[in-house]
């Protein structure tokens, strides 16, 4: 039987003061998204990494990735969002299986709308309480635990990732995305 390793005091208040951190930031930028924009957060962030993305369009699985999302549950969210006409899905012309997801300009306008609500909040929560080097640090930290949880999985650069070669007349002009908290 192994050895557990349990958290010394130290690491203990770490790891409670991390968890309580996150919940309380998740929650007050839940709370505000859905009051000001009535979107849950997930679905902004997919919006934001489209409008990121060259054309406004992701292939789906690349999409899921980027999000952290399993391939199912991005497929609901990307079914809300086109009841919503804020995305639209295409098939991939070259993999029957694949298809594109591509931010519409409702989707994009739904964004604009949203956005300075939602980087106020998150400025508010998480970057006016920290000293430049606290958010230095938490960023070094934050990069950390994605590295080691899911390597490879998602650009830690902000890069959206690249669109699979589509046909001309398939791809949307370049927008300017709204800045991502």
């Known amino acids: 039987m192994e050895h557990t390793r349990w958290l010394d005091d130290d690491e203990q208040r770490t790891w409670r ?26 679905y902004y962030e997919l919006l934001v990494r489209l409008s990121e993305a060259p054309g406004r369009t992701l292939r789906m ?10 391939r ?16 639209r899905r295409s098939t991939c012309a070259t993999d029957r299986r694949g298809a594109f997801a591509e931010l519409t300009d409702e989707g994009m306008a739904a964004l604009e709308a949203a956005a300075p609500g939602h980087v106020e909040t998150v400025r508010a ?12 640090a938490l960023r070094e930290a934050s990069e950390a635990l994605v590295a080691a949880l899911a390597p490879g999985r998602w650009p830690m650069s902000g890069d959206t990732g690249a ?6 007349e398939q791809t949307a002009p370049e927008q300017t995305a709204p800045e991502q908290a």
Request: net charge neutral; charged share 20%; no cysteine.
């Open 72 to 87: 199912s549950r991005l497929s609901h969210a990307v079914a809300r969002l086109e009841e919503n006409g804020w995305v």
């Open 17 to 42: 003061a991390f968890l309580s951190a996150t919940r309380l930031v998740f929650d007050r930028v839940e709370r505000q998204m859905s009051q000001d924009s009535g979107m849950p957060q997930t």
């Open 125 to 136: 929560t998480v970057f006016d309480p920290l000293t430049r080097a606290q958010q230095h």
């Open 61 to 70: 699985s690349t999409l899921a990735d980027n999000a952290l999302s399993s």
């Open 163 to 168: 669109v699979q070669a589509r046909a001309p």
